[in-house]
């Protein structure tokens, strides 16, 4: 891809079916995102890592906690300097506690993936 830049984007959509939480439009959102990304920004198809918790949709994989940072792991890995990265969340979120000394807040915010094993902050990338 010589002399153009990469648009990658990791999209997750988490609709937590049959749960005391269950959304009912988390996966329409990436759906409708990931169309407005090819067609109205020129990302490709294969660019695009879709993660729901839908099981009909054989295309995608579960956003558990580790599945959601391994795909941004993967996205950053491929990018080279000039490329545009996106990612986009469609679920639940919530707040927790801060562990960081001298953190100017009392709480961080989290994303809740499919699997509860909440992601916040800033981490270190897996290499």
Do not use: W
């Amino acid at each position: 891809m010589e002399g153009k830049n990469k648009r990658l984007a990791v999209l997750v959509g988490c609709n937590y079916p049959n749960t005391p939480n269950e959304l009912h439009g988390c996966i329409n959102d990436v759906l409708a995102m990931k169309e407005t990304l090819v067609n109205r920004f020129g990302f490709d198809h294969s660019n695009i890592k879709l993660l729901t918790d839908e099981h009909k949709n054989s295309s995608s994989t579960m956003p558990t906690g580790a599945n959601i940072k391994q795909a941004l792991a993967n996205m950053v890995d491929q990018a080279e300097e000039g490329d545009v990265l996106y990612f986009h969340y469609s679920g639940h979120g919530t707040r927790i506690p801060s562990k960081k000394n001298g953190h100017p807040f009392r709480h961080e915010e989290a994303i809740v993936p499919c699997d509860f094993n909440l992601i916040t902050g800033l981490y270190q990338l897996p290499s």
